[in-house]
């Protein structure tokens, strides 16, 4: 199987917390960047774009001389809600779960401990 991910770890991904008309170009959706999320699109990073029915994926990244689209088509499992406001920012390695199919808002790792000195 040929797959394309992205995998450059210090790219921020940003999550559209809408739901887009998939037949919204790439002008459309920097512009729903731009205006809505109030990111600049053409700054290094990711934003992740699902429809409705949730069957269908739009990843948008600026590449130094132009916009980059990765689109993936679901024929019978859903792209879970992602929950967050428009600035929600995963890591790579959560996106690639999440397009396997994970549900990262379930992945919740240990709560950081701040210790000031040994018992």
């Known amino acids: 199987m040929f797959m394309i991910r992205p995998s450059n770890s210090s790219l ?4 559209y917390s809408g739901v887009v008309d998939m037949r919204k170009q790439i002008d459309g959706q920097a ?3 731009e205006t809505t999320m109030e990111v600049n699109p053409f700054s290094k990073r990711l934003v992740v774009f699902t429809n409705k ?3 269908k994926l739009k990843i948008l ?4 001389n132009g916009f980059l689209v990765w689109y993936e088509r679901l024929e019978k499992q859903r792209f879970l809600r992602l929950k ?3 600035n929600r920012v995963l890591s ?3 996106l690639n779960l999440y397009l396997d199919g ?5 992945f919740k790792p240990h709560e950081p401990l701040k210790i000031e000195k040994v018992a």
């Open 84 to 86: 967050g406001d428009h």
């Open 102 to 106: 994970y549900d990262i808002n379930r």
């Open 53 to 55: 029915r949730r069957d």
């Open 12 to 15: 921020k991904v940003y999550v």
């Open 92 to 94: 790579i390695k959560d």
């Open 61 to 64: 990244a600026w590449d130094k």
């Open 31 to 33: 512009a729903l960047v």
